[in-house]
């Protein structure tokens, strides 16, 4: 009796769907699925089109193909069904992705199979394993020696590069690269079976994908990028590339402000590159993906001396982190000038962490009192495990950031650059350890020292006790309606709600979003008595929920003051005040703080409170002009109340109007502002707006008098931050920013 073959192929595609059925991030039908799918369906494929190599005819060849795309449909059986156990919040976009990625790697691959064995009869799998090899190298090329940082692929279809970009596209882009996949396959197996005319076929299938590619932007190289943006300017140390459309002003502001932070993580690193850094800034998040790869992550890649980011502003602390990453290169062995783990991957903790540790540009706390607050809340994780591979990628990133660079920074501080050299090259606490019985003890003692408040903590949950993208429900569709919303104009609040009903449909329970949607709706509640009743009910229920943290309930419960101060009748506004006071002392950030006082001392305020109310409550997306007659209301009311010049301060700041914005906020500050809060504004806005004015001498003492003051609760990080401001300013008094037209 004949003993019936075990059908392998729809064996190992059912097993392998079944088996990501229970891994993270890959247990749903959406992109990674599909990307991981696409092996196993390259396998099978490729095997039948070998076998089908000696058939001959149209009609066989049809049926094999038709046979290999129905095998290709058994994956998703074992994930739909899976998705009666887990959350699936896009399947028609997850399909659509399926049949992108594995199935078009079907045909290509069985069009390659079918070409291999036709061209190496005798030894198909290694010519296909050949070609296999041969279609990483570009994308590897590409990525080793090219901006960009993701792939698009024959068999794959697409690798996205970043894991942190959450937002995946399904763009037009990707279906006209598969359609080049097609085609070159296609070419490949006329060339490998006729003559002739097939050949000639053939090669136009392969000029039409390659010249399909430059539009696409599938093939950046460096001067195809830099052809693109259409700016370059160069200065001792480095290459800025930016969007041409970029004003020459800012250019040469750019320029100052990259030859500030060569100086200042020259110090830091007690050297500098060899070579020149290559900086690309991109107009915006759309163009960043579609150069690069990486949307709104920003990218270096130390082995170029490159990092890529969307045109910053002056002062934003991203810049020096990806510069450090640069600088980086020097203390690492080539070819990738990384950190590397003793298992020869890269150690993501060390080579983030002296990215933080050399910028040192974050507010209100520094990296050490985050990294005390996370082991007080106990979010925190043991350093030896972020700096292994798992350890780092299962971590909330942030967190994972701040506590290697809390480390690193206390490193260089106590043992000098030489030591944090000797971990970065080695990639291992043993390299400490050399020197120090047990650096991480030390640190962690170190870190006792430091002290954080209640409110502080607050943030610090809110912050850093959040998972990793694979501990996420839908991390890429919720990413995707968040982008959206962020784009939705003050005019479509109707989209606004519908976008937010969407992510509470994914996520019933997500506090963010029922904030945004209580924000939404305020905005309509001022004409609609319905509609604010229904938003304060929303406020009401928010803020009664304990789970939501301290942070979120504090926003929920300012709603519900805004809502009954807007209304205004007495039992309202009495309640407000109520609110107001009990949300006074809780300092969760200064922009928040400030707000809250100003509301406050606008509710005894009389005829002046009210104005100041109106403007302060106003729906968002009121038009400017509807926002000056208020403060001309408030002007009107008491000209030289120190709000008043506070906030008429801040107005002019806003329009570019130095001189105005200087002579306000030096009135409000010698009337005596009513909070802390309001005061470091003042000052800083004076400091701010010098600077922006190009009086660099007054900004740098401006910045140095705010920094030294010990009666406004400033944090360590704003100290470090105004400190840094204060340097900057003077670089620029000694450096000037030149514009081309000089």
Not at 633 to 641: F, G, I, M, R
């Amino acid at each position: 009796m004949p003993v019936k073959r075990i059908p392998i192929a729809p064996l190992l595609l059912l097993t392998w769907s079944t088996a990501l059925c229970f891994i993270p991030l890959l247990n749903l039908l959406a992109f990674e699925f599909a990307v991981f799918t696409t092996l196993p369906v390259m396998l099978v494929s490729a095997g039948r089109g070998m076998r089908a190599a000696s058939a001959h005819g149209f009609v066989p060849h049809a049926r094999a193909l038709l046979g290999t795309l129905g095998l290709t449909l058994l994956p998703l059986g074992p994930i739909t069904l899976n998705a009666l156990r887990v959350q699936n919040c896009n399947f028609t976009e997850g399909l659509l992705f399926y049949l992108l990625l594995p199935g078009v790697t079907a045909p290509v691959a069985y069009l390659w199979g079918f070409a291999c064995a036709r061209l190496s009869p005798n030894r198909p799998r290694l010519a296909f394993g050949a070609v296999f090899v041969f279609s990483l190298l570009a994308p590897l090329g590409f990525f080793a020696l090219a901006p960009p940082v993701d792939a698009f692929h024959w068999f794959v279809g697409y690798y996205p590069g970043s894991l942190y970009d959450e937002v995946i596209p399904l763009t037009g882009r990707l279906v006209g690269a598969r359609l080049v996949d097609l085609s070159l396959a296609l070419a490949a197996a006329l060339a490998a079976a006729g003559r002739g005319r097939a050949r000639l076929v053939a090669s136009g299938l392969v000029a039409a994908g390659l010249a399909v590619g430059e539009p696409l932007d599938l093939y950046r190289t460096s001067t195809h990028v830099q052809a693109e943006l259409g700016g370059l300017a160069e200065a001792p140390g480095f290459r800025m590339h930016y969007p041409r459309a970029l004003p020459a002003e800012r250019v040469a502001g750019l320029m100052t402000e990259l030859a500030f932070r060569h100086e200042e993580l020259t110090q830091f690193f007690g050297r500098a590159p060899a070579l020149p850094i290559e900086v690309w800034f991109y107009a915006d998040v759309r163009q960043k993906k579609r150069l690069m790869g990486a949307g709104a992550v920003r990218i270096a890649k130390p082995w170029q001396r490159a990092v890529h980011l969307q045109v910053p502003d002056i002062g934003d602390g991203i810049l020096a982190h990806e510069l450090a990453h640069a600088f980086s290169a020097e203390i690492s062995a080539a070819p990738h000038h990384l950190s590397l783990t003793p298992w020869g991957l890269p150690n993501m903790g060390l080579i983030e962490g002296v990215a933080v540790a050399a910028a040192w540009d974050d507010s209100p706390l520094d990296a050490h009192q985050w990294t005390m607050a996370m082991r007080q809340l106990g979010v925190g994780k043991d350093l030896r495990t972020l700096l292994s591979p798992q350890g780092f990628l299962t971590a909330n990133s942030r967190a994972a950031y701040t506590q290697c660079g809390s480390y690193v920074r206390w490193l260089r501080d106590t043992a000098g650059t030489t030591a944090v050299e000797a971990l970065y090259r080695r990639g291992t606490l043993e390299a400490v350890s050399d020197e120090r019985s047990d650096s991480v003890a030390e640190w962690l003692r170190f870190l006792e020292t430091r002290t954080v408040g209640d409110a502080a903590l607050a943030i610090a949950r809110l912050r850093f006790d959040r998972p990793a993208i694979f501990g996420k429900t839908c991390a890429h569709e919720i990413a995707a309606l968040r982008a959206k919303l962020d784009d939705v104009s003050g005019a479509d609040v109707r989209e606004g709600i519908e976008l937010v009903d969407a992510i509470l449909g994914h996520l019933p329970n997500d506090p963010d979003a029922m904030l945004t949607r209580i924000a939404l709706l305020a905005r309509r509640a001022a004409e609609d008595p319905t509609v604010a009743a229904e938003t304060l009910e929303a406020a009401d229920a928010l803020a009664a929920r304990p789970d939501i943290g301290l942070v979120r309930r504090a926003r929920a419960r300012e709603w519900q003051a805004d809502l009954r101060a807007r209304r205004g009748t007495p039992a309202d506004v009495a309640l407000a005040r109520t609110v107001y006071d009990a949300l006074a002392g809780a300092h969760f950030d200064r922009a928040w703080t400030r707000r809250i006082a100003v509301k406050r001392a606008a509710l005894d305020g009389g005829s002046w409170g009210r104005a100041v109310l109106a403007l302060l409550l106003a729906p968002e997306d009121a038009a400017p002009s509807s926002g000056d007659a208020r403060l001309d209301e408030v002007v009107a009311a008491a000209p030289d109340h120190p709000i008043t010049h506070y906030l008429r301060g801040r107005q002019a700041a806003r329009r570019g109007e130095t001189e105005a914005a200087v002579d306000h906020s030096v009135a409000a500050l010698a009337a005596g502002l009513p909070h802390p809060a309001l005061t470091f504004e003042a000052m800083r806005l004076v400091a701010a707006t010098r600077f922006q004015a190009g009086d660099y001498r007054a900004a740098a003492t401006a910045y140095g008098d705010l920094a030294a003051r010990t009666d406004l609760a400033i944090e360590d990080g704003e100290r470090a931050v105004l400190e840094t401001w204060a340097r900057r300013a003077r670089f620029f008094a000694e450096h000037p920013p030149v514009t081309p037209a000089d």
